[in-house]
């Protein structure tokens, strides 16, 4: 018999804990990361697009139909496992000479009407292995349309933060060029009364222009992720949004309770593990095919010389056979066909074992950078507050003459630099939270020592 890849040992082999030490498997003390992680957002603007998408994507409505596809092929392939019936109507002419000259033509006609059943006798499981390849394929078709849907949302859900995180930058870049204009129209004025240099004005209008230039960079940024969101959702029609309301608000210390069982529920590994066992199916489906098969048939018939006839009972045919069929000019490509699908179901659990050594790393690494997100964010609006605070002063020392425009303007652009990279880490940070989503396959599911249930 041929060995089955699903059940070896080291397919599904994993670590029995986490490594990342901020993953617990314990019982909550407080928020769960995702334990509803779009409530968690708070943002019905992103629920609606969610919605939008999940009824008009062209993947999903892809990957449905490859579904039942698959499963249309199950039933055409357990048709093999009863038999078959056939209705035969026919008819021949006959012309025959005789006579000394053989001058002489006779015509016969024959009609024919007959019911003609087979069952191959699956004696040896190459049928019903068949048949399990089907359905595993038909349940692989599910399980990938599950991890199309899964994606679908997490890029929704990506693209919509990157769009309010360039909106909130966006907002920053306008504060700046008018504080910028403002400034070089002030340093013109003092330039026009003799009060300072060209050289100060020259500076202003270089970091007016490169304002100017970096805000549209980010409308350029912004477009791009608003064209994006439009094809995640699958139509022509632009819903009314309001980017103007920022990101959610930082919820810090959030935490990840689940177990590392729990990326065998993710999706795509369950479709990859599903791909050794259909493998497995058909690597059995080939052995069997390389034995004897044994088949019954029968026949019902009636003949007759007019089509009228046939009804009358005359010359009524009626056969059963028991067949043997050995393969004997083909049994070297049937051997090679079984050693061609045991490579297809290595390379199958191959596959599935990477698959799942990175659906491991890839949840350790979100939720380290989940800690490390989440001090760059503190780290960094300390320095928004430092740095407002230097630019005040910046403004109170330049106007009492203690130090110049340079000084100033860059004392400026550091407070708004750092608010824009604040921004961004929050975005980063909101992100990095769709992929913990994403790694997990989705929700994780609470235990029933963690509910009570």
Do not use: C
């Not at 670590?15 to 708070?42: C, F, H, K, M, V």
């Not at 050995?326 to 070297?332: F, G, K, R």
């Not at 407002?388 to 106007?399: I, W």
């Not at 939270?433 to 609470?446: H, M, Q, S, T």
């Amino acid at each position: 018999m041929p060995q089955r890849y699903s059940e070896q040992a080291d397919v599904i082999a994993m670590p029995a804990t986490w490594t990342a030490a901020d993953i617990s498997t314990a019982a909550p003390t407080g928020p769960r990361l995702y334990q509803n992680w779009l409530d968690e957002l708070d943002d019905p603007q992103l629920a609606r697009l969610i919605e939008i998408a999940l009824q008009h994507s062209g993947s999903l409505i892809v990957a449905r139909l490859e579904a039942e596809a698959a499963a249309l092929d199950v039933q055409a392939t357990q048709t093999q496992l009863w038999p078959q019936l056939d209705f035969v109507l026919g008819a021949s002419r006959d012309r025959a000479a005789f006579g000394a000259a053989s001058n002489r033509i006779a015509t016969t006609k024959e009609y024919q009407v007959e019911l003609a059943a087979s069952w191959e006798l699956d004696i040896w499981g190459k049928n019903r292995s068949q048949v399990t390849a089907s359905e595993r394929a038909l349940e692989r078709a599910l399980e990938l349309a599950q991890s199309a849907r899964l994606s679908l949302v997490g890029l929704v859900a990506k693209t919509w933060l990157t769009l309010l995180a360039l909106e909130q930058q966006r907002q920053i870049d306008e504060r700046r060029v008018a504080s910028f204009a403002d400034t070089e129209r002030s340093i013109f004025d003092q330039v026009a009364r003799g009060l300072k240099g060209p050289r100060d004005l020259d500076v202003a209008r270089t970091e007016l222009h490169q304002a100017r230039a970096d805000a549209e960079v980010t409308l350029r940024q912004r477009n791009v992720q608003r064209n994006q969101l439009q094809i995640l959702l699958g139509t022509h029609q632009e819903p009314v949004l309001d980017p103007t309301v920022g990101l959610p608000k930082f919820v810090a210390d959030w935490r990840l309770d689940a177990p590392v069982t729990h990326l065998l529920a993710r999706p795509d590994l369950r479709a990859a593990f599903l791909a050794i066992e259909q493998a497995d199916a058909e690597v059995a489906a080939a052995y069997a095919a390389r034995f004897p098969q044994f088949t019954l048939t029968a026949n019902v018939g009636r003949t007759a010389a007019r089509i009228s006839d046939l009804s009358n009972g005359i010359s009524a045919v009626s056969t059963v056979a028991a067949n043997l069929i050995v393969p004997l000019v083909d049994a070297t490509n049937r051997k090679l066909n079984q050693q061609r699908q045991e490579r297809l179901a290595e390379i199958a659990a191959t596959r599935f074992r990477d698959d799942l050594l990175r659906a491991f790393h890839e949840v350790e690494e979100t939720v380290g950078n989940e800690k490390l997100l989440q001090e760059e964010i503190r780290a960094l609006s300390e320095a928004v507050v430092w740095a407002e605070r230097s630019d005040r002063t910046s403004l109170s020392s330049y106007r009492r003459g203690l130090i110049g425009v340079a000084d100033l303007l860059e004392a400026r652009r550091t407070k708004l630099d750092l608010q824009r990279r604040l921004i961004d880490a929050k975005r980063e940070l909101f992100v990095n939270r769709v992929n913990i989503y994403l790694a997990l396959g989705g929700e994780p599911k609470a235990s029933t020592s963690q509910t009570g249930v």
